[in-house]
Structures are given as C-alpha cells and as structure tokens.
C-alpha cells in the first residue's frame, strides 16, 4: 500500500472509530434521560446553563467583590460574546446534525436552541465562565466546577450533543478565557 493510501486508510479508520465512539458515548448518556426526573432535573440544568445562572453571577461578583468583581463580570459579558460569535460561525460552517436528528435511538430531551451541535455552545460558556471566575476568585469552585460539569452531562443526555461537540466545547471556552485573562486582566495572573 503507498504512503498516501495508508494515510488515508488511516484517517477514515480513526474517523469511524471517533464517530462510534461519539454515537455509543451519547447512546449511553441518553439513555438515562428516558426517565422523568432524571430528564426534568437536566432540563432544569440546561434551562439555568442557557445564561440565567451565569447572569446571577455576573450581577453577585460586583457586590461581593467591588471593583475586581466587576471587572471579572465585564471580562464575562465580553468572552460570553465572543463565545456566541464563535459557536455560532462553527455551527454554520460545520454543520453537524445534532444527535436525536441522526438517530432514531437517541430521545430528544428537550427543544435545542438551533438546529446543529458542534460544538456545544453551553459548555463553551460554562467552561470559559468558570475558568474566569475560578482563576480570580478560586472559592467558588465549590460551586461552579459541580455546576459546569452538570451543564455538560445535561446536553449529552437531553441527546442535543455528543461528547466531542462537549468536549470540543469545553477546550474552546477554556482557551478563550486563558487569552481573555492574559490580555484584558494580566495584573490578575
């Protein structure tokens, strides 16, 4: 077989492998949502990931904080933006079906907030909001790490995302609140 035939073998193989993963992974993690309080209690998760949670905060870190509080919250309000502009060019560009659309195994939770899943908006904003916070205010990990990792599982098991468009999600958000950190607040790292 030449270089070029082995590659390409290669990458399709790694391909469909990545894919069933995702499939079996999201499989796996809906599979708990057929049950009512486990899906009530994960849309509630997601209703609250959808900004509520993360604009109550936003408004908390001025009074408990002063002026390093609303200078997190604004840093918040910036990324969340860019977060939206980014999710948002991916999903057009990349067009991935969410799960429940590709597979008729796959329950659909609750209603999405558009059509494609990659990569998760919601754990993008969770892992950028949370690293912000945590970077400056490291006591509200008690809170926000259980609380992310929640609004993560809850858009695999409502069946809107699969692990990668999470994870992918996930490793965006932190990156961004890295570089947000580094050149808007440098005196705090």
Same mark, same amino acid.
């Given at each position: 077989?030449?270089?070029?035939?082995?590659?390409?073998? +290669?990458?399709?193989?790694?391909?469909?492998?990545?894919?069933?993963?995702?499939?079996?992974?999201?499989?796996?993690?809906?599979?708990?949502?057929?049950?009512?309080?486990?899906?009530?209690?994960?849309?509630?998760?997601?209703?609250?990931?959808? %900004?509520? !949670?993360?604009?109550?905060?936003?408004?908390?870190?001025?009074?408990?904080?002063?002026? /390093?509080?609303?200078?997190? /919250?604004?840093?918040?309000?910036?990324? %969340?933006?860019?977060?939206?502009?980014?999710?948002?060019?991916?999903?057009?560009?990349?067009?991935?079906?969410?799960?429940?659309?590709?597979?008729?195994?796959?329950?659909? %939770?609750?209603?999405?907030?558009?059509?494609?899943? !990659?990569?998760? %908006?919601?754990?993008?904003?969770?892992?950028?909001?949370?690293?912000?916070?945590?970077?400056? +205010?490291?006591?509200?990990?008690?809170?926000?790490?259980?609380?992310?990792?929640?609004?993560?599982? /809850?858009?695999?098991?409502?069946?809107?995302?699969?692990?990668?468009?999470?994870?992918?999600?996930?490793?965006?958000?932190?990156?961004?609140?890295?570089?947000?950190?580094?050149? +808007?607040?440098?005196?705090?790292?």
């Amino acid at each position: 077989m030449s270089p070029q035939k082995t590659s390409t073998f +290669f990458s399709k193989t790694m391909s469909n492998r990545l894919n069933q993963w995702d499939i079996n992974g999201c499989l796996y993690l809906n599979s708990f949502c057929r049950k009512q309080a486990v899906n009530h209690f994960f849309k509630i998760i997601s209703r609250l990931g959808d %900004g509520v !949670f993360w604009y109550s905060l936003m408004c908390v870190l001025p009074v408990l904080y002063g002026r /390093s509080g609303m200078e997190v /919250s604004l840093l918040m309000l910036g990324t %969340g933006t860019l977060c939206v502009l980014i999710y948002k060019q991916l999903k057009s560009r990349l067009v991935r079906e969410r799960p429940f659309i590709r597979s008729s195994l796959i329950f659909r %939770g609750c209603a999405p907030l558009d059509r494609y899943s !990659f990569p998760s %908006g919601h754990t993008m904003h969770a892992a950028c909001f949370t690293t912000l916070v945590l970077w400056h +205010f490291p006591e509200f990990s008690i809170l926000l790490v259980p609380f992310s990792t929640l609004v993560a599982l /809850s858009r695999m098991v409502l069946g809107l995302h699969y692990p990668t468009d999470v994870l992918c999600g996930a490793a965006l958000g932190m990156l961004l609140a890295g570089a947000a950190n580094y050149v +808007f607040l440098p005196g705090f790292i």
